[in-house]
């Protein structure tokens, strides 16, 4: 029996179909296909039951995939401790931020498959909170303040933030001095957020209103640059556009609240060696590249 087989059986039972599953795992359709023929044929038992919408469990299958996933774990694990220290391999699927990942994020995952040439990075970029369980991630970098869960997270670096309006948007509309002038302004929001901003060491939560809203903090700058509203953005988005007087600083006696870089986990006693190995390198690249998320070095 294959520890392939067995982790693609584990993606086909968790994604409930062929083709989400051989997405997650990187291969071809017929490679997962061929895989599960196999496994089947070995156990000499129907697992799954094809449908025209993907695949079902059988009840041997339901009982089976627990024990599969373990053994898969264990497997892995072991791996690791007998592999050469700081030599890696199998995959690693992480989940990282459109805003700013590619730029800031994606040239250590690029250093870490080079150190690591048995190791499968496979990273997707987006700025929708992805569910880790169950869409299959190892782990995930977030940006920003957490929501409480039953997520392991590691802060891997400050992010500082400031309020910026455009200087034609505020010669119409005016700049706001308190959290109270703020609601009755233009907000550029990612959905129906709060802002939260200190007043002094209090924070204060405000409902910002707004027409424009985008799911991309880099959309959310250049509407502020166009004067279409007051943005809540991290300045390693806004620095270049405030230091050249494209954005202007507003509400200054009550900024932001520091926030923070994360790399979040599933639940469990020990990080995978790969995902502690991402985060400790992660750690360096925020202590090495203050400039890039708007701070001084």
């Known amino acids: 029996m294959d ?3 067995l982790q693609t059986f584990v993606e086909v039972a968790d994604t409930g179909g ?16 061929r895989r599960l023929f196999k496994l089947e044929a070995e156990l000499d038992v129907q697992l799954l039951v094809r449908t025209t919408r993907g695949a079902a469990l059988t009840e041997a299958g339901a009982t089976f995939r627990d024990h599969a996933a373990r053994i898969g774990a264990e497997i892995e694990a072991a791996r690791e401790t007998i592999l050469p220290t700081g030599d890696l391999r199998g995959r690693l699927r992480v989940a990282v931020p459109l805003t700013f990942g590619p730029t800031h994020f994606a040239p250590v995952l690029t250093e870490l498959a080079q150190r690591h040439p048995q190791l499968r990075v496979h990273a997707s970029y987006s700025d929708r909170f992805v569910d880790l369980i169950a869409e299959g991630f190892d782990c995930a970098i977030r940006v920003g303040y957490l929501a409480d869960s ?3 997270a590691k802060r891997i670096g400050p992010i500082a933030g400031k309020l910026v309006a455009s200087p034609d948007y505020i010669r119409t509309h005016g700049s706001p001095e308190t959290p109270e002038e703020l609601v009755t302004h233009q907000a550029l929001m990612q959905g129906t957020e709060s802002w939260q901003l200190l007043d002094g060491n209090k924070i204060i939560t405000v409902q910002p209103q707004g027409r424009f809203k985008a799911d991309n903090g ?4 250049a509407a502020a640059a166009a004067g279409l509203g007051i943005g809540y953005l991290p300045d390693c988005l806004t620095h270049e556009l405030v230091s050249t007087g494209v954005l202007v600083p507003v509400m200054t006696r009550f900024p932001p609240p520091p926030a923070g870089a994360y790399v979040i986990r599933p639940p469990g006693q020990h990080p ?3 995902v502690r190995i991402l985060t400790e390198m992660l750690i360096e690249h925020f202590k090495e590249n203050p400039q890039l998320w708007g701070r001084d070095p």
């Open 3 to 5: 520890i392939e087989e």
């Open 18 to 33: 062929v083709s989400a599953a051989a997405r997650r795992l990187g291969v071809s359709k017929s490679i997962v296909s």
């Open 150 to 152: 039953s997520l392991i």
């Open 218 to 221: 880099t959309a959310l700058t």
């Open 272 to 274: 995978a060696r790969k």
